[in-house]
């Protein structure tokens, strides 16, 4: 069984300059419903996987969808919210008049909530959980499919990448997290 892990393409939100918390909230609700950039080519392992797998799952949010899509149209995608990216905090008033890039406001953020700071969003600690889940769902179609494809998120497919590994999988230690790449993870059944 084979299941490999793909982080969509790079947003078509361009917007980069400095914002304030309340401002880059706004920014990650328009990040969430935009799609990502067509590219002229793909790397070559993600097309082979995407094109072979029995079965394509993806995130509900736009950039997951449309990047499979954009992967191969021809495609046929189930999405489903247990895929989505995990959340950052939502509530940092102690800083509001602070402006900062969107990107540093997601390390910042990021680093905060690795750090236990969850604030109106899940917890680490729950991500993991959901992290569970996810994982079992994919066994689940990796054992009815054989071989599958979840177009993801860089950091939750991070913590897939972690449970398939407890779980006995082989593949890389973590996930590629850079945008259209595949990290690949196998199980050899034994017949018994």
Not at 18 to 32: G, L
Not at 87 to 100: C, D, Q, R, W, Y
Not at 110 to 115: A, D, F, M
Request: proline share 2%; charged share 20%.
């Amino acid at each position: 069984m084979e299941i490999s892990l793909v982080r969509h393409g790079e947003s078509r939100l361009l917007e980069n300059h400095k914002i304030t918390f309340a401002e880059f909230n706004k920014w990650v609700e328009k990040y969430n419903v935009t799609g990502v950039f067509e590219q002229s080519t793909y790397p070559e392992l993600t097309i082979e996987k995407v094109e072979t797998a029995n079965f394509v799952v993806t995130s509900d949010l736009e950039r997951s969808i449309v990047s499979a899509n954009l992967l191969n149209p021809n495609v046929k995608i189930f999405s489903d919210s247990v895929f989505r990216e995990a959340e950052m905090p939502a509530n940092l008033t102690i800083i509001s008049k602070v402006k900062l890039k969107p990107t540093s406001w997601a390390v910042l953020l990021r680093l905060l909530w690795l750090s236990g700071y969850s604030n109106k969003c899940e917890s680490l600690s729950q991500a993991k959980l959901r992290a569970k889940k996810a994982t079992q769902q994919l066994i689940s179609y990796a054992n009815d499919h054989n071989s599958i494809v979840l177009v993801g998120h860089g950091y939750f497919n991070i913590l897939i990448a972690k449970e398939l590994k407890r779980m006995g999988w082989e593949g890389k230690s973590k996930a590629n997290t850079k945008h259209w790449k595949c990290s690949t993870f196998s199980l050899q059944l034994t017949n018994q």
